[in-house]
């Protein structure tokens, strides 16, 4: 069973039951099945569309603003240029870049289409013009090597590739059909022999007519690699109907619209599901504008916010750490900020609580969400929850259910008791790419994913999520959560960045190690660094090695890539013998 087939299974064996209901008063917590509920309700105008033929494509542009009001509505601005898109000119470009991908290079259903490029004012107009021919996406990370994007172009069975011309070496190796963002104009890159996407929608002004395409909400929308933190690198599909549902609940949980004059900053990469779901196609639904930056650079953020009037920046907690060590410099140019959501990666409670206190005027909220279930899962309606729950990510947004279950026993936790957060909602993935058995270990028969993230529930239904089961260090049999240290380290006044992991040890079989920022001038030694935190913790706990580093290694979206500091923890270890 699919996990699709498995969550329309749920919500007939719900309807079917209504008479019984689960308990409000304790969390959303139905004691008979074991599963939380969320405690909010999408209106009847908010449904997620169920027709069995919309796609993606269709859904977004139905939902941009009325002809007479697209012209003049900026969607896109380019932050280093100023360069602005209207609604009409996306629109336009998006059907004549789509004639193009039919009738000039033979994209059809089924296809995949690799994108290979950081974020530009093209991007949405691509990732919409491959969906309309009822082609998938697979976008990668321009900060991958050849290595890996040939791993990725091999195992998604890529057909095309659209990339930005300074990473057009990296797919050589390949030999896939490339066409390129943009011409480069550095004389020593002879690229007159690729197509251009401007090139391509400028040939297909005014576009052809594309002949008509039998697509299903359950064709493959997206093909996207999972971040490989704590493992191989795996291909999560993605289906229309996932993109459908989030994008649902992406305009219920957003209260911004053109006529509040909302504009948003983008610098999270739009080939990460964060950046894609939000930013590429989500917030085209609401019509609002946003302020595009190819990538994050803290001066930069600044600039953009006070030039542009930013009042809303989904961001990820290193930048929010950074806005709090560096407030004074930030200065009034954030006047104009009204919210900042943080999302894929874990906010501790101190950064969370001097973020409130620097900046008391902005609305501060976090959620959690995976790649695998689309980006969502659990969301702060409120400032004012967020505020009087610090630690947590809020609560299950519409249409999820969840367990808590306890990883010995399989047994399904009641509020306040600890184990794996597993979820099911109608944005779920379809499983992975060519890989039964990962499927299989992810999601059960019943359509439940399992996250891999330890979480408990209180009795109002907020969820706190303190780490992932993969990276809790084992010391003397207790089980040491990196997540609780880090937050802790954070704290310190002169400690800018911070990532705890895992040393072999003969004795303890496993001590915390913390690799540590310092502020700049700061003479901060390892034995203050351990004592820190020993004054905080329990002592099985304790830091036990400190090592000292310009950089904590981050994905894109923001996670500690610990697997590499590991590595490169072992092979220090390894020379020193």
């Avoid at 691509?126 to 991958?144: D, E, H, K």
């Avoid at 999601?443 to 009795?459: A, K, N, P, Q, V």
Wanted: aromatic share 8%; hydrophobic share 40%.
């Amino acid at each position: 069973m699919s996990a699709e087939e498995a969550w329309n299974g749920t919500v007939e064996e719900e309807s079917s039951n209504s008479q019984r209901q689960f308990d409000r008063k304790n969390g959303g917590f139905d004691a008979q099945t074991g599963i939380y509920h969320s405690l909010i309700k999408l209106g009847d105008h908010q449904k997620i569309p169920t027709r069995p033929d919309l796609d993606t494509a269709t859904f977004v542009l139905s939902q941009f603003p009325h002809p007479h009001q697209s012209e003049s509505q900026i969607a896109l601005i380019d932050a280093a240029t100023d360069r602005r898109v209207t609604y009409a000119q996306l629109h336009r470009s998006i059907r004549s870049l789509a004639s193009a991908l039919h009738h000039a290079l033979g994209v059809r259903k089924g296809d995949v289409v690799f994108v290979l490029s950081p974020n530009s004012l093209l991007y949405p107009t691509i990732c919409l013009a491959v969906l309309s021919v009822g082609a998938a996406l697979t976008t990668a990370n321009p900060l991958n090597t050849a290595s890996e994007i040939g791993k990725q172009v091999r195992d998604s069975g890529a057909k095309l590739a659209i990339s930005a011309p300074e990473e057009l070496h990296k797919l050589a190796a390949t030999g896939l059909p490339t066409i390129l963002t943009s011409r480069k104009s550095n004389k020593d890159n002879d690229n007159d022999n690729f197509l251009t996407v401007e090139e391509l929608i400028e040939c297909c002004d005014p576009p052809l007519e594309l002949p008509s395409v039998a697509q299903a909400q359950s064709d493959t929308a997206a093909i996207l690699y999972s971040s490989g933190t704590t493992g191989t690198s795996k291909g999560v599909i993605l289906t229309h109907a996932n993109f459908i549902a989030i994008m649902t609940l992406l305009q219920w949980s957003v209260d911004v619209s053109s006529a509040n004059n909302d504009v948003f900053l983008c610098f999270i990469p739009m080939f990460h599901i964060y950046g894609l779901a939000f930013f590429v196609l989500g917030l085209l639904c609401v019509g609002t504008t946003t302020v595009l930056m190819q990538k994050f650079e803290f001066q930069a953020m600044l600039d953009a916010i006070k030039a542009h009037k930013v009042n809303n920046i989904p961001a990820v907690p290193p930048v929010i750490l950074g806005l709090v060590k560096y407030a004074s410099k930030a200065g009034r140019g954030l006047s104009s900020l009204r919210r900042v959501g943080s999302g894929a990666a874990p906010l501790s409670k101190q950064v969370a609580d001097e973020f409130r206190k620097r900046f008391p005027w902005v609305e501060l909220r976090q959620g959690y969400g995976l790649t695998e279930s689309c980006g969502a899962a659990t969301y702060f309606m409120s400032a004012e929850e967020a505020k009087a729950r610090p630690g947590s990510s809020g609560m299950l947004v519409p249409s999820f259910c969840a367990k808590v279950v306890d990883s010995e026993t399989g047994k399904a936790l009641p509020p306040y008791r600890e184990g794996e957060l597993w979820l099911k909602s109608p944005t779920i993935m379809k499983g992975y790419l060519g890989n039964v058995e990962a499927t299989a270990a992810t999601i059960d028969s019943d359509g439940w994913l399992r996250t891999g993230d330890l979480c408990y529930f209180d009795e109002d239904g907020f969820v706190f999520i303190f780490d992932r089961i993969k990276e809790l260090i084992k010391h003397n049999g207790y089980q040491v959560a990196p997540a609780e240290l880090e937050a802790i380290l954070l704290s310190h006044p002169t400690i800018l960045d911070a990532a705890v992991i895992p040393v072999e040890d003969e004795e303890a079989g496993q001590i915390p190690m913390a690799y540590v920022v310092r502020a700049a001038g700061s003479e901060l030694n390892e034995d203050q660094v351990i004592q820190f935190v020993a004054g905080q913790v329990a002592p099985y706990k304790k830091v036990r090695r400190v090592g000292f580093t310009s950089a904590i290694p981050r994905s894109a979206a923001g996670k500690i890539l610990r697997k590499e500091l590991v590595s490169q923890t072992k092979q220090q270890l390894i020379s020193k013998l």
